[in-house]
């Protein structure tokens, strides 16, 4: 296994855990909870030195060796598939999101016949939008993995 | 008219084999590390032009001998 399919199980295994940290905070039985603003902000605090620490645990063992860092085409092309994919679950996550808000507001007197999200509260909507970057974040790995076993 | 999906051969472990060295030495030879050399030999990655025309002349052949375009119907 290269250093670089090692840094992507790395990374993938990082982003399932803090976001698995957010959801604790945020969720409860499987529903999004309302949180102070405060609680809101440590949190998101909380999670920014998380995410920081996780970049930079594989930095610092990369120091150690730093031949095995170098990327050839392949890396690069196996990258570039990965940021492209990343992209494409932002653009579809972020679009579902405005769907959502725009069809509450036109929409506000119906009975939905699905379920839909509420992103009536700030702490939903920041749940939401997160959620999108941990999960593009997840795709983003889960291609570079596949391409580096297939 | 419609260019059909091809798929790329090549005969890299047999000239590296015939060249007695390892995928590792091939890689530092081309600039390109030993996952690539092996996905290359099973034919799972078809290299740039840049990298095929470097294993060629590694192994001093013209760059068709070692690398196969068949185009599928």
Redesign the interface.
Known sequence: MSEHEKAAWWSLASTTLIWLFLAMRFTDAGRIVELPASLALETYIEMIVLWIVAAIVPAVLAAKDPAAQVKDERDRAIDALGDRWEGYVVVIAVNVLVVHLLARGLYSDRTPSVTILDLSSTTALIFALLTTLFLAEAVKQAVVLWQYRR | MTVGRGRVSNGVRRLREAAAMTQAEL?LRV??????II?IEAE??A??L??AFKLARTFERPVDEVFRFHEDD
């Open positions: 890689g600039g390109a590390t030993r996952q690539t996905a799972k990655y290299p740039s840049e990298l």
